[in-house]
């Protein structure tokens, strides 16, 4: 048999799994409110199939990428060269990020120093990422500009 027609079978599978649940949800939507007991029945297999496929997925493209880059040592080099980049941006972000204890207006803390130190980390990376994109992307349209 191909792997097509097992990937399409298994696909099929989860298709009717799928429908299962779903009809099955709606069939006993109203009586689900404050029947914590048919909550459980009905909705955790549903759940636990979404788990599963999550986890299948993830499985899937981490394995396929690490084939790949086994496959591939350039993608590799290459691959290793873009998360150190990555990784001093993000030292970049963490340098320039303040660590000050947030507060309430009445003086009550909401958020320590380290916390608030990683969520600037987190907006200071999410912007330096964005720009040097940009600067990538105005890089390529200029490049392209006066090659043709």
Same mark, same amino acid.
């Given at each position: ?6 990937? /399409? ?12 649940? *779903? =009809?099955?949800?709606?069939? /006993?939507?109203?009586?689900? +409110? ?10 955790? %297999?549903?759940? *636990? ?5 999550? =986890? ?5 493209? @981490?394995?396929?990428?690490? &084939?790949?880059?086994?496959?591939? %040592? +350039? ?5 290793? =060269? ?12 963490? @340098? ?9 207006? &009445?003086?009550? +803390? ?7 130190? *990683? @969520?600037?980390?987190? =907006? *200071?990376?999410?912007?330096? #990422?964005?720009?040097?994109? #940009?600067?990538? $992307?105005?890089?390529? $349209?200029?490049?392209? $500009?006066? /090659?043709?």
């Amino acid at each position: 048999m191909k792997n097509t027609k097992i990937l /399409n079978i298994v696909v099929g599978v989860v298709m009717l799994l799928g429908l299962f649940f *779903w =009809i099955r949800t709606g069939m /006993n939507g109203d009586e689900l +409110e404050g029947n914590l007991e048919l909550q459980a029945s009905v909705l955790d %297999p549903f759940s *636990w199939l979404m788990y599963l496929l999550l =986890i299948a997925a993830a499985l899937i493209s @981490v394995g396929f990428s690490i &084939k790949n880059l086994i496959r591939h %040592p +350039e993608l590799l080099k290459r691959s290793l =060269i873009g998360l150190a980049g990555m990784a001093v941006i993000l030292l970049l972000a963490y @340098v320039l990020s303040p660590d000050n204890v947030v507060t309430s207006i &009445k003086g009550i +803390e909401l958020a320590s120093s380290s916390v608030s130190k *990683w @969520v600037s980390t987190g =907006i *200071w990376y999410s912007l330096l #990422l964005g720009a040097v994109g #940009l600067l990538f $992307f105005v890089y390529d $349209f200029v490049k392209s $500009f006066i /090659n043709n």
